[in-house]
Each structure stands twice: as C-alpha cells, then as structure tokens.
C-alpha cells in the first residue's frame, strides 16, 4: 500500500448501500472514521473481516469513529455478502466500477481483485493511517482499533 497517501483530503464519494440507500461520505465530514475495502463477496476472509469490525464496533463508536465497508461487484452481490454475515452495524457499499478503490489507490492482487485495505480518516478530512489486511482481519482490526485509540485520546 502507498503511504503517500498519508496527510492527503480524503476523496469524496456518493455510493449506494447493502440497504439501498445513498450513502454521502461528505455526511462524515468532522468525525473520525474507518473506510475498510475488502476484496471479494464469497471470501471466508473478507467475511471474517467485517464480522471482526462489527466485533469490535462498540470500541470505535464510543472513540467517536465511524465505520464504512466498501466491496467490489454489484449491488446486488454487496447485498449477498451482507447477508452472508449477518445483521452489521455499519453500512456495506457497492464500488461496482470502482471508482472509489481508485481514488484511494487500492491497487488490484493478481490483477483482479482489490487488496484488503483500510484508512483511518479524521475529522479534518485527512487520511491519517493506511493499511493492509491480507491474511490476518483480527489483528488488522486490533490493530486499526489501537491506532484509533492512539489520536482520538490525542485531540
């Protein structure tokens, strides 16, 4: 993953929701947050991804950060995936065209699918850490969840 990214205004996006509604980034202007892309809608590992932030979401929103998955395919594959893993508390995007793994610089693994990553983004709009999650979603998010702790308690 490109650390030059650090320090930059985080892109903007409008994409539709696992639940069919429009989500605005802009909505989250002036709050922490976590954009986490995951890779494919049937991989057990994304899956134990999103299950380990829905885990852990009580620890980032009492820090005041928000939580914003982003998938590849169609809607209608996000909304699959959601299903798959149950009732999240925290929405799931369709970036069918990705468009916006673009414009955070996801790059593809094996030229075809988006690696696993995450950006912590603060209230100022700017990317404050970049990661990624290959093999190891638990420790990401710990991880992730420490960083979070680390600026929240900070400002």
């Not at 995007?93 to 603060?122: C, Q």
């Amino acid at each position: 993953m490109d650390d030059s990214i650090i320090g930059q205004t985080a892109p903007d996006f409008v994409l539709q929701s696992s639940d069919g509604l429009m989500f605005d980034s802009k909505s989250l202007h002036g709050r922490w947050r976590v954009i986490f892309f995951y890779s494919m809608n049937t991989s057990p590992i994304c899956k134990r991804g999103c299950l380990t932030f829905k885990e852990q979401y009580d620890l980032f929103d009492s820090s005041g950060c928000s939580i914003i998955g982003i998938g590849p395919g169609t809607l209608e594959e996000v909304k699959g995936f959601r299903e798959s893993v149950g009732d999240l508390p925290f929405p799931l995007l369709a970036d069918n065209e990705r468009k916006v793994g673009i414009a955070y610089n996801i790059p593809l693994h094996l030229g075809r699918f988006p690696t696993k990553s995450s950006f912590v983004i603060g209230p100022d709009n700017k990317i404050h850490h970049v990661y990624d999650w290959f093999f190891r979603p638990r420790r990401h998010v710990a991880k992730v969840l420490a960083d979070i702790s680390k600026v929240v308690g900070g400002d």
